[in-house]
């Protein structure tokens, strides 16, 4: 698993702007958003795919074994702690956005402070 599944709360955030690609920046998350969702279903496919193929190689009817399943308190907090983490990586740039904001990071900030790097 990659490390991002193993610890939710590490967080990834790439400091400066974002290129954009359209006019709107809604479009720009709106698209990040896809992409996550269309990378953690292809994983999710792979690992359900593997697994199936596993136990039919064992004689388990794996379908039947899931429906039936009742999960503990354990199991359904890992989950939530999954489930937070989806989101997390899912809002991302929501997320990024608004810290910037809040901080009042803007264009003219950011260049100002290239401009002070660049000096010294």
């Known amino acids: 698993m990659s490390e991002s599944h193993n610890n939710p709360q590490m967080q990834h955030s790439a400091k400066g702007k974002r ?3 359209y006019e709107d920046a809604a479009s720009d998350q709106l698209m990040s958003m896809v992409m996550v969702l269309a990378s953690e279903l292809n994983v999710l496919r792979d690992r359900m795919d593997a697994q199936e193929r596993v136990a039919k190689q064992h004689g388990i009817d794996l379908a039947a074994g899931i429906e ?5 308190d354990e199991a359904l907090e890992s989950r939530e702690a999954w489930r937070q ?3 997390s990586r899912l809002f991302y740039l929501t997320r990024k956005e608004a810290e910037e904001a809040q901080t009042g990071e803007t264009k003219k900030s950011y ?3 290239i401009d002070d790097i660049a000096k010294a």
């Not at 039936?68 to 503990?72: G, Q, S, T």
């Open 85 to 87: 983490g989806f989101f």
């Open 19 to 21: 290129p954009s690609f």
């Open 68 to 72: 039936a399943l009742e999960l503990d």
């Open 111 to 113: 260049n100002a402070t």
